[in-house]
């Protein structure tokens, strides 16, 4: 069964670093990996879609990295601003086409 | 704007009874899902469709039931089975469906349930 991991669960920086958010998968037959952003009692907005075939994909300060060999993928997020704090949410996507989680991390950007 | 809608954004249920979640999408896409989100458990898969009349159970199905009926609507029913039916649900849609999963998931803004 496909577990999905997030390490650590919240995380707290300074205005202006740079940063990175980690996530595992335990079975590297995935189809894609999409990270989604979660605001308090909000729904989940996708931020990246990563397919299995690709190495990464970027979106204005986002950068998303994908070694499916490994089972690991990376959110980069530079310059970090007060306005990306937010759960942040990894997925990946499977032959059965059910999408499977990780239990987010919560991220503050102080000002 | 195309997009997925979930109604109502608060529901209150008494206890034994029935009460149905309502998502709409207007994306053209084949296959939907229901997830909940409790605290500190992530998401976890109720029931999802691939096609309209057909729909198979998540990894939690017990005290749920959905129906497919049209491409665009997917209502999930709490049951009076479901013992601890208080959380945040979310409904999710996506384009393809099966083997050829090379699109990604939108999702609603959620349904907050509470039992009172």
């Known amino acids: 069964k496909q577990e999905v991991t997030q390490i650590p669960a919240a995380l707290s920086v300074p205005e202006g670093e740079n940063l990175v958010l980690n996530c595992s998968f335990t079975?590297?037959?995935?189809?894609?990996l999409q990270w989604f952003r979660q605001d308090p009692g909000k729904g989940l907005t996708s931020l990246l879609l990563i397919q299995s075939s690709q190495r990464e994909q970027t979106s204005g300060r986002l950068n998303a990295s994908l070694d499916k060999s490994s089972g690991r993928s990376t959110l980069y997020i530079a310059a970090s601003q007060p306005g990306d704090s937010a759960t942040y949410l990894c997925a990946v996507r499977e032959a059965n086409s059910k999408l499977t989680f990780g239990k987010g991390i919560t991220l503050s950007v102080r000002p | 704007d195309g997009g997925i809608t979930q109604s109502p954004k608060y529901l209150f249920r008494k206890e034994g009874q029935n009460v149905t979640l309502s998502c709409e999408q207007n994306l053209n896409h084949d296959a939907m899902y229901w997830y909940r989100q409790d605290p500190g458990q992530g998401l976890r898969l109720i029931y999802y469709?691939?096609?309209?009349?057909?729909?198979q159970k998540g990894d939690i199905a017990e005290g749920y039931s959905v129906s497919r009926e049209k491409k665009e609507s997917f209502p999930l029913t709490v049951t009076s089975a479901q013992k601890n039916p208080t959380a945040f649900y979310l409904c999710?849609?996506?384009?393809?469906?099966?083997?050829?999963?090379?699109?990604?998931?939108?999702f609603g803004s959620g349904t907050r349930l509470t039992v009172v």
């Open positions: 079975d590297s037959a995935i189809y894609n």
């Open positions: 999710a849609s996506s384009l393809s469906t099966g083997g050829l999963s090379n699109y990604g998931y939108t």
């Open positions: 469709s691939q096609i309209v009349n057909d729909f």
